[in-house]
């Protein structure tokens, strides 16, 4: 109930209106249990990276189900389109994004949730036939990420415009198919 109310006024109000006072009054409980779990609005933050990691595992394995009968830049369209989706109906994650950017208490935090992230998509990568392995694929899966992560700030930038969210979807994908494609062995697919 917590974090969903904090997620809640994080969409309506962002990072500076998420305080600990906030949530208590909205969720009706009292400041001193509140306290108990999160001593600070960073706690909470980071409770709410926590959450978004979880979340988003179970979709990232549903992609990977798919990457072995699709061609590897489908999928990458497939995991715009998916992040798009989940930010329109978790308008939470764009005011998230933005106050790990703003909080230099949730900046580890921040690290091991992109390490998270560049472990699972460099399998997901690996799938449709990333060729490249050891430091030099930590260092590709690592930038990918953080492209993947520019775009949930991009995309919840443009609001809940269609045309304007498909744009930014146009945009990443044309980088990460570029940035992506001297690293892929099976490169059939056109640009």
């Not at 989706?85 to 933005?98: K, Q």
């Not at 030099?136 to 919840?156: K, Q």
């Not at 744009?167 to 640009?191: F, G, H, K, N, T």
Request: aromatic share 12%; glycine share 6%.
């Amino acid at each position: 109930m917590v974090l969903r109310t904090a997620q809640d006024i994080l969409a309506e109000r962002g990072y500076s209106g998420l305080t600990l006072s906030a949530v208590c009054e909205r969720a009706k409980i009292k400041q001193t249990s509140i306290y108990r779990y999160w001593p600070n609005q960073t706690a909470l933050l980071v409770s709410l990276i926590s959450f978004f990691e979880e979340d988003y595992r179970e979709r990232i394995k549903l992609l990977e189900e798919i990457a072995f009968d699709q061609p590897w830049r489908t999928v990458q369209m497939q995991l715009l389109h998916g992040l798009s989706d989940y930010c329109l109906t978790h308008p939470w994650v764009y005011a998230g994004v933005a106050a790990v950017r703003a909080d230099p208490g949730v900046a580890s935090r921040h690290e091991q949730t992109l390490e998270f992230f560049a472990t699972r998509y460099a399998h997901l990568l690996k799938i449709g036939g990333f060729g490249v392995r050891g430091e030099e694929e930590a260092r590709v899966s690592r930038t990918y990420v953080l492209i993947v992560d520019s775009f949930l700030f991009a995309v919840g930038r443009a609001g809940t415009l269609a045309e304007k969210r498909n744009e930014v979807i146009e945009d990443y994908y044309r980088v990460i198919v570029s940035y992506l494609a001297p690293y892929m062995q099976d490169d059939d697919e056109p640009s």
